[in-house]
């Protein structure tokens, strides 16, 4: 347990490392470095959907007895997730991270607290399926070790990283401190260690719907991926180098789960 409440914010870690890049900027974030860290971003967080989330549930619910009907709560928890997602998207009004104002491409000083909002949503899935992958590996019924778990963490914490930099950067370019950049950045991913914590807590209570856990994680991850992440890569020229960054994210993060898996 003591190594769960450890692991939980090397998520955080990641986002703090990547909002430091903001004190080695020189000038604004370049389009074509955006749309690589989105892509892999979004290829990280689609295959922890797969190995850490998805195929864990599944087996779990084969071996509760549904056997070729294991599909079922996978299927059920990953919509639910991103139904969920879908909700929450429409209630907290955002701003994408790329956005342009009528002002110009530049994220205004006035725009910060949206900025942080649109980061804190994408954390929230995020969060969760970290929380939901330890609790799940406490628990011993989900057939998940402390290194598929870490797998996870470690990936997250990977993709965590050019999150924060593509938070802090545009909001330095827009006329903040650095230092003010960089902790607005940091202050993006508190909403993980916190989300991860809440997810295990009532973890316990719903230890027979593991599965329908893990998968809504998956769920709410593919989402953000769908509706934020892949858009930001692809838009305007060189929309393949976001596709090779998803790429290069995707295999990376699956080398670790099942490396560590």
């Known amino acids: 347990m003591k190594e769960a409440l ?8 990641g986002t703090m490392l990547g909002s430091a890049c903001v004190f080695f ?7 074509k470095v955006q749309k690589v860290l989105s892509g892999f971003a979004g290829g990280v967080m689609i295959a922890a959907s797969v190995w850490s989330l998805l195929i864990p549930a599944m087996d779990m619910s084969e071996e509760s007895g549904m056997g070729k009907l294991s599909f079922i ?4 928890g990953l919509m639910l997730g991103v139904l969920f997602l879908l909700l929450l998207d ?10 342009e104002t009528s002002e110009g491409p530049k994220v205004e000083l006035q725009k910060s607290t949206m900025l942080i909002l649109a980061v804190a949503l994408h954390n929230i899935p995020e969060g969760m399926a970290v929380g939901v992958t330890f609790a799940g590996m406490l628990s011993g019924e989900a ?24 938070i802090s950067m545009p909001v330095c370019a827009a006329g903040l401190s650095k230092k003010k950049a960089f902790l607005y950045g940091t202050l993006s ?3 993980e260690p916190l989300g991860a914590l809440l997810t295990i807590w009532l973890s316990h209570y719903f230890v027979g719907v593991m599965p329908y856990l893990l998968a809504f ?14 858009p930001e890569s692809a838009e305007g020229e ?10 290069i994210g995707f295999v990376i993060m699956m080398i670790l789960d099942v490396a560590l898996g």
Request: no cysteine; proline share 5%.
């Open 6 to 13: 450890v692991a939980i914010w090397i998520p955080f870690l």
């Open 25 to 31: 900027m020189k000038g604004q974030l370049k389009d």
């Open 73 to 76: 709560p996978a299927s059920v």
């Open 90 to 99: 429409k209630m907290i009004p955002h701003l994408h991270v790329n956005e």
């Open 143 to 166: 057939n998940i070790t402390f290194m598929g778990a870490m797998a996870l963490t470690i990936g997250i914490a990977i993709q965590n990283f050019p999150e924060g930099a593509i």
């Open 189 to 191: 991913g508190v909403v």
């Open 217 to 230: 994680a998956a769920g709410a991850m593919i989402y953000v991926v769908v509706e934020e992440l892949i």
């Open 238 to 247: 060189h929309s393949n180098i976001g596709t090779i960054g998803f790429s």
